[in-house]
Nanobody, 124 residues
Framework: QVQLIESGGGLVQAGGSLRLSCAAS????????VGWFRQAPGKEREFVAV????????LYADSVKGRFTISRESAKNTVNLQMNNLKPEDTAVYYC?????????????????WGQGTQVTVSS
């Protein structure tokens, strides 16, 4: 049974940093494309970042480009999202998701496995 579990969320002041982690059981991230998505209150869930390590492709949403970095720790089978220079508009529940498609795509519909999410709150 596949499980994705996010951690690392919390409350931080604007300009601060957080690192989110997504731990997997039942699958190995090296052969999957893994994405991060977020949903702010009253808004639809949106794409944040994705990486397909098997093909060496990474994409970021324009709103986080230059501030967020997606990476993988193979020994721990985790995927991280390093978030720097956080802004109040980054406040959301953050989800990791995985798909067997070997292409970095921002479309949520192709992601089959999803975590339960972790709350990130950025105060001004």
């Amino acid at each position: 049974q596949v499980q994705l579990i996010e951690s690392g969320g919390g409350l931080v002041q604007a300009g601060g940093s957080l690192r989110l982690s997504c731990a997997a059981s039942g699958l190995t991230f090296s052969t999957y494309t893994v994405g991060w998505f977020r949903q702010a209150p009253g808004k639809e869930r949106e794409f944040v970042a994705v990486s397909s390590w098997s093909v060496g492709s990474t994409l970021y949403a324009d709103s986080v480009k230059g501030r967020f970095t997606i990476s993988r720790e193979s020994a721990k089978n985790t995927v991280n999202l390093q978030m720097n220079n956080l802004k109040p508009e980054d406040t959301a529940v953050y989800y990791c998701a995985a798909t067997q498609l070997r292409i970095a795509v921002p479309s949520q519909s192709v992601y089959y496995y999803w975590g339960q999410g972790t709350q990130v709150t950025v105060s001004s």
